[in-house]
């Protein structure tokens, strides 16, 4: 199994999607959004190597978890890896939330293989880049009104982004 390159852990997060989820804060991301709330994860040299296979451990040990969050940091950069790491988590059936800077239909029209395995591998998807102008704190697991909770499974068929209910 190969390493992650992340900026931290939380091992119990109430904050990051539904029920209790362990959080993985991937390193590197080219969005740069001004008033970003880890600005510490944009230098893709920074953070640490953490084994895909101490992550999942980790994770099995809490059974009291709903699921696991990749956020960042900009999570499809390092897709390849973090594919690894969904499908362990995935086998155990836990739920996988995943923040990105890119929208749902970008994504969905990547040509890289890995971007679009880790996309069909998510559950639900909080995508857009945070927009300081449209912050707020009254919205559920989002930061700017411009982001959107997006069922993945339900908008990968019907071919348009529809919005999760959780």
């Known amino acids: ?4 390159r992340i900026a931290g852990i939380v091992k119990e997060s109430i904050v990051d999607g539904p029920g209790l989820r362990y959080v993985v804060f991937t390193q590197g991301c080219p969005h740069h959004c001004p008033g970003c709330h880890n600005p ?5 040299d920074k953070g640490y190597l953490y084994s895909i296979e101490k992550i999942f451990a980790e994770v099995k040990q809490n059974p009291l978890l709903s699921g696991i969050t990749l956020s960042g940091g900009e999570p499809f950069l390092q897709a390849e890896k973090l594919v690894e790491l969904v499908k362990l988590v995935k086998s155990i059936n836990l739920s996988v939330i995943a923040y990105t800077g890119y929208l749902f239909e970008d994504l969905m029209k990547s040509e890289d293989e890995s971007v679009r ?5 998510v559950d639900v998807l909080i995508d857009g880049k945070f927009d300081e102008k ?8 989002c930061g700017s009104s411009n982001q959107r909770l997006i069922d993945v499974k339900r908008s990968l068929e019907s071919g348009e ?3 999760a209910d959780i």
């Open 40 to 44: 510490q994860t944009h230098d893709p």
């Open 1 to 4: 199994m190969s390493d992650i």
């Open 134 to 141: 449209l912050k707020s704190e009254e919205l559920r697991f």
């Open 161 to 163: 982004a529809v919005i």
């Open 117 to 121: 395995e880790l996309l069909e591998l």
